[in-house]
């Protein structure tokens, strides 16, 4: 074998794997996202609106981007919580929603529709704490709180086979002469 074609199959090798775990890792992220389109009142997107979100449990923490000429905008990385959004542009009312409920690895949306209206002006929307719905990814997921998880029954714990699938008998065998 020519010593060249080895090498050259081991860094192949190695940097397709390396290829497959950053996959695998950006796959299993513990941050959330919030996305979202603005729009006017006549329903046209709005370029380069700020949007700024701030993470209220925190509070110190912000993080602000600009609407792309689509009107949209993603901010990436956020720690799970509680977010309040702020969409500002010039000549209309500022936006803000507040009880963003960020989840890890899920994408909330909020979309705004701006009001023509000076920037002394805001309109604010409080977010309700129900289910939400998903609509970024086909993916279902849960966050589990430490009561859930204290409930979740284990096998090895539990002292009545009723929950398995097939008999169980507990009397001991007796040997047959």
Known sequence: ????????????????????????????????????????????????????????????????????????????????GNYSVSIQASGMQEFVEVGVAVKASLASTVNASLIIGSLNQSVSVEASTGAELQTQSGELSSNLGQTELKNLPILGSIRSNSHLPWPVSRSKPTATT
């Open 1 to 80: 074998m020519n010593l060249k074609w080895v090498c050259g199959q081991i860094v192949f090798a190695v940097i397709l794997g390396m290829i497959v775990l950053l996959a695998s890792v950006h796959a299993q992220t513990s941050n959330g996202t919030i996305v979202g389109s603005v729009t006017d009142p006549a329903g046209a997107a709005v370029l380069g609106a700020t949007v700024t979100v701030t993470n209220t449990d925190l509070g110190a923490f912000k993080r602000t981007t600009k609407t792309d000429s689509a009107g949209s905008y993603r901010i990436d990385g956020l720690l799970p």
